[in-house]
């Protein structure tokens, strides 16, 4: 597929739809109000995407990311103050806000916060995002409802003190449509169109924003100057927009307190995005044979290069008094098969335990029946006075991952399915899918393309094995096999499979998936 093409179908640009028309379908003097903002943010956007670029050509080159020299944000005595409404995250719920139903059953779940998100779990496309962004305001005002079509009635939000963040999209993508050819920042744009439409007054809590894909804490400064921007736009006074921020990438682990620092009038903790973190490490180590990841569900949730950085994000935050959240289990509890169901609860168990063993506060889930458990590992309402003791302050973050999990050919094949199967769910409008009793979002689609492309570089230094012990040559002929033997395996379980679409969708999904690995195309989108 020509990068053109490829670019059409995976756009880092979100288009809108035909016959647009952005003075009639936004509301109402939204553009008078959104302009200011995109003439002061959006070049400044373009500037850091651009710095993101170098900073991963100069890696797999191999300048690696490292600690930043000292500074205020280390040596000063700032902190962070977290509001009473949200001192008890001890589970964020996450998943689509353009599922109205998924987002009633969130928010009924008892969890302690609920985030909606238009990024990694939405299609990125304009009806999706503009359906996501209607579901949040008419969630913030308590408004939004399903019918429940096995009972035959409406359901609606419940009262309840869950806090509701709202994950915007990342600054690595721009939307076009809205001030004609010109591309806006798509996270400036999200937020906008939530802040404007806000009745304040009327929330439970300040607006709570969820930052994804930060790459360094020179992007904090931005992501401060555009929530007093738009606060100040809004007649709200400073600090009226509250966030919490994804460690998601391998910069950013090293940039921490940094990060932190920049935001501290508005954030309340860091995330550790666990799933976008394996992928961002295996693409900062893409040169690097040491660095070929073993299969994804052979790694135990505490292999080294997790752990070091679970402690570190906990030092850094507990330190200054912020959150610390742990990532999303992908695992999911099924109703209908209670194998499953139990595996699942137990690995979910066993992994938030861990987090709280790291003296977390909390972690993400994303399905209702896994919130009692979530919440049960960590102690009420979180352990912010506890600071893990560190051998230093700098600590390796890029420990190798030797002796654990396996590479194998059953292994690559697995990626290669789940990499079809996703871009086929996205192609019909899903950004995440419920395959094999795991959520697979963009996150795990990226790790899963970023895996085979690894392997394919690296095999003859760091084997890949068959069933009968030998190494497997991982070439691009191979994949292709691959690729083919999959996708023919998903027709022929049509329709009794439970992937959406149809043989032209998942024929399509498979072409747009190899041809992405094919040529290096290894961004989020």
């Keep these: 597929m020509p990068t053109q093409d490829l670019r059409t179908h995976v756009p880092r640009a979100s288009d809108t739809p035909p016959g647009f028309d952005p003075r009639r379908d936004l509301p109402p003097g939204f553009l008078a109000f959104y302009e200011p903002l995109h003439r002061a943010f959006t070049a400044r956007q373009q500037a850091l995407v ?4 170098e900073v991963l050509a100069a890696a797999q080159a191999g300048e690696r990311p490292a600690h930043l020299p000292e500074s205020e944000a280390r040596t000063g005595s700032w902190r962070v103050e977290v509001p009473a409404w949200a001192q008890d995250q001890r589970n964020q719920m996450t998943g689509p806000a353009d599922d109205a139903e998924l987002v009633v059953k969130m928010l009924n779940s008892g969890a302690p916060g609920v985030m909606l998100d238009v990024e990694d779990s939405t299609r990125n496309a304009w009806d999706n995002t503009a359906l996501g962004i209607r579901n949040i305001l008419s969630a913030l005002r308590g408004e ?3 019918v429940d079509k096995k009972r035959g009635r409406e359901v609606g939000i ?3 003190s869950t806090v509701i963040w709202n994950r915007v999209r990342g600054l690595h993508l721009s939307q076009l449509g809205v001030l004609g050819d010109e591309a806006t920042c798509a996270s400036l744009l999200d937020l906008a169109m939530i802040a404007y439409q806000v009745d304040r007054s009327a ?10 894909k930060s790459e360094a804490a020179e992007e904090a400064r931005w992501w401060a100057d555009v929530f007093k ?4 736009a809004k007649g709200w006074q400073d600090g009226a927009i509250r966030c919490m921020a994804l460690v998601e990438s391998h910069p950013l682990a090293f940039q921490m307190e940094e990060f932190l620092y920049h935001l501290r009038d508005h954030i309340v903790g860091l995330n550790l995005g666990r799933w976008d973190y394996m992928a961002s490490l295996i693409h900062f180590n893409l040169a690097d044979p040491a660095w070929v990841l073993p299969d994804r569900n052979t790694i135990p949730h505490d292999v080294p290069f997790f752990q070091r950085l679970r402690h570190r994000l906990v030092n850094v935050c507990h330190a200054r008094g912020a959150l610390a959240i742990g990532g999303m289990t992908a695992l999911y509890p099924s109703r209908e098969d209670a194998e499953l169901n139990a595996r699942a609860l137990d690995v979910l168990e066993k992994d938030k335990r861990n987090e709280s063993s790291c003296f977390m506060d909390g972690a993400w889930t994303g399905h209702p029946d896994q919130n009692a458990i979530a919440v049960a590992q960590f102690p009420a309402p979180n352990q912010g006075g506890r600071v893990p003791p560190l051998p230093t302050r700098t600590p390796d973050l890029r420990p190798v991952p030797e002796g654990v999990g396996r590479r194998t050919i059953a292994g690559t094949r697995a990626a290669v399915r789940t990499v079809i199967r996703y871009r086929n769910g996205v192609l019909n409008g899903r950004g995440a899918s419920l395959l094999d009793g795991y959520m697979e979002d963009l996150a795990t689609d990226r790790i899963y393309r970023l895996m085979i492309a690894q392997r394919t ?9 068959g069933d009968d012990g030998a190494c497997v040559a991982h070439t691009p002929g191979l994949v292709t096999r691959l690729f083919n033997e999959e996708l023919a395996r998903l027709i022929d379980e049509l329709p009794a499979g ?3 679409g149809d043989a032209d969708t998942l024929a399509e999904a498979r072409r747009i998936g190899e041809a992405m690995i094919a040529g290096g195309f290894h961004d989020p989108v």
């Design 229 to 232: 921007a738009v606060a100040r």
């Design 50 to 53: 651009a710095r993101r670029r």
């Design 158 to 160: 419940q009262p309840s």
């Design 498 to 500: 439970k992937d959406l």
């Design 144 to 146: 939004l409802a399903y």
């Design 203 to 212: 929330l439970a809590h300040d607006l709570c924003i969820y930052i994804p």
């Design 457 to 465: 570089r690296h095999w003859t230094e760091t084997p890949i094995l």
